[in-house]
Every structure is written in structure tokens, then in C-alpha cells.
């Protein structure tokens, strides 16, 4: 290890560790930088500068930073900090949420594949295979690391997601409004579990949103509907999910409090769902198609109190 001279003393990768924390305590992300970068030059072969700048790039959202950095902490990760990451290398988790963040799908399926992910195989086009469904935290109200940079859109909300590979999902629920979010936009999230929701009977893991990668453009509507019996209901879902359509219902939400949102729902406190006299859906998509299937549905059944209007 490298050590530097100034002001007339010696200068070694320890002291400018503990500055660097110290500016993290401080929020102090300029300074936090200049160290990293100070003992990158220090340490150029140490897996442990690599990742932990690299962790710092990925605060800031500097997807290209992150890249690089990682990619050098891959090439200095040894058996000894293998053990210290329980077989893993974190690094190339983190490789792989840069790399998709930018589209370098070759480099993606390099880092998944040395995360340990199997059947990534090779090539240029976008990974799009069934990584299953996964809750995801739009605009997370709680930062992960020290100088993060929140995506914030909008109001914070969990939505369920059809995950495409290890690090970016495709939004399968219709967001309120309020969290700026829509049916079907694709969004990068992080891997760190940040909570649980129940999914057929299992507890699953909470994932924080990273970024939006793509907007689907897909309005959203609301529909208000009285007289609905819950097969009607159904046979509405139905209607809607084979034509393409995003459909939820609203009026059955819970509002969680941070605790139990960022731990279990089922954690010891009360959130039940706010009373209704009629059932308010969310739906998505685009005229004339939605508008079209919702209205042919409500008309087969002239005794619903029913009205659709568009949200944005």
C-alpha cells in the first residue's frame, strides 16, 4: 500500500478510511468523493477501495462509475474476501445494476453469471426472462446508503412487479396516481431486502426502486362502481388481463405506516383498509381499447352504479 505525503506527514490508507466515514456521518458527499478517490490511488489493487467507491457511485446514481469500479473490484476480489461475503461477491451484484441501468446486457450477464445467477448465457439483447413477482418500493422514503440520491417521483407506494432479470422489473400492478409511477413503466431496483409482503401463503422480499428505465406512457383511469357483485368483479379482471389492461382495486388498499412497511404488514399493527360505499378501481390503458372493454362490461349490467373517468 501506497502512502502520500502532505503537509509534512505521512498519509496512509487507514487515516483517509476514517476521514471518509467521517464524512459520511457528516453528509459531506464532496468530500466523501475526494477520499474515495484519494484511496483508490492509494490502494489500486485492494478489493475493498474498489467496491466501497463503487458503493458511493451507486449512491450518486453515476452508473458508468459504478461500472468501472466494480469491474476492478472483480478483478482484485480473493479468497479471503470471498469468506467475508459468505462465497459471494457483492461487487458483481453490483456490476450487474449498473450494467442494466445502462443497457450493457453483454456486461450484465457477465456480473450476474459471477454473482453465481445460472442460465444468463451471452449476448447483446436486453435479458427478459421470469425472474417471478416481487414487491418493489416506488420513491422510497429511506436511503440505503450515506449520500444517497433519491428517484423521487412521487408519493411512496409498493407495487407488485414481474421481475426480468436480477435488477430491473416490469410494474404489474396500477399505481395510484400520486406516486408518479404507471402500469407496465420498467423500473431498476436494488437487491437488498427492504421488508416483506405475503405471496401465496409466503413471505417475500421488498425490493427499493433505483430508478425508472422506462415509461410506459399508459394512462390511468379511475372507475367507480356500485352494485358490483365479486363476480362481476372478477369477470371484469378477466376481461381486462387478456386484452393487455392493468386493472387493481383500489379501494381494498391499506395505507402502512414506515414501520410496518419497511418490516412485516403482519407486525403487530392495526392498518385496516379504508371504508368505502362503492368499489374504486384502478385501471390502465390506452383509448379506445379500455374505455371500450369497461363500458361493453358495465352496460351487460344496467343495474351498476358506474363511472370511468381518466386520472393522467
Partial sequence: MRKRRGLGKQRGPREVWLEWTAADEAADADKAAALAAELLELTPRSYFSWFHAGLLSKARCNWPEVLERNVRALEFFTPADAKDFDGVNPAAWNLGIAATAMSDWTTARQAWTAYGVEGMGSGTEPIDGDFGQAPV????????????????????????????????AIISNVPLPESGHRFRDVILHDGEPKGTRRLGGREVAVFDQLQRLEDSGLPTWQAQVAGATGKDLQELSDLIERRGLGMDDWSGMRLLCSQCSHGSPDGGHHHPATPAEMTRLGLAGREPELTQTVEAWAAARPWLDFDLALLW
Fill in 137 to 168: 418500493r416506488l420513491n422510497p422514503d429511506q436511503p440505503s446508503l450515506p449520500h444517497q440520491v433519491m428517484q423521487w417521483a412521487g408519493a411512496t407506494e409498493v407495487v407488485w412487479c414481474w421481475r426480468r432479470s436480477p435488477a430491473h
